[in-house]
């Protein structure tokens, strides 16, 4: 039943919907279903938990939450011990 809630959403724009095409690109059909299901239980879980409604953040919400890549990967090379300068030119 919860895989068919999950496939209910494929013409929305929200975050289960996000959730399921990111993991269909990775791992196929079958899997992002039985991954959205259990998304969707995880949400009903903690909102019965915590007795709290449920905000819909969108299906950006994972891009806006994750830090620039090029960031990132600077702090890691720093971390690693490399004196990292950013410029602004372009790799040929």
């Not at 039985?34 to 998304?39: T, Y």
């Not at 949400?43 to 806006?64: C, D, F, R, W």
């Not at 090029?70 to 040929?92: N, R």
Request: aromatic share 6%.
């Amino acid at each position: 039943m919860a895989v068919q809630c999950a496939l209910a959403t494929t013409r929305q724009h929200n975050r289960i919907t996000a959730h399921r095409k990111r993991i269909t690109k990775r791992q196929g059909k079958m899997k992002a279903r039985v991954a959205s299901a259990h998304f969707i239980l995880t949400i009903a879980y903690n909102i019965l938990k915590t007795g709290e409604p449920y905000e819909e953040l969108g299906p950006k919400y994972v891009h806006h939450k994750q830090p620039d890549k090029e960031q990132k990967i600077i702090e890691y090379l720093k971390k690693k011990g490399y004196t990292v300068a950013a410029s602004d030119q372009q790799a040929a």
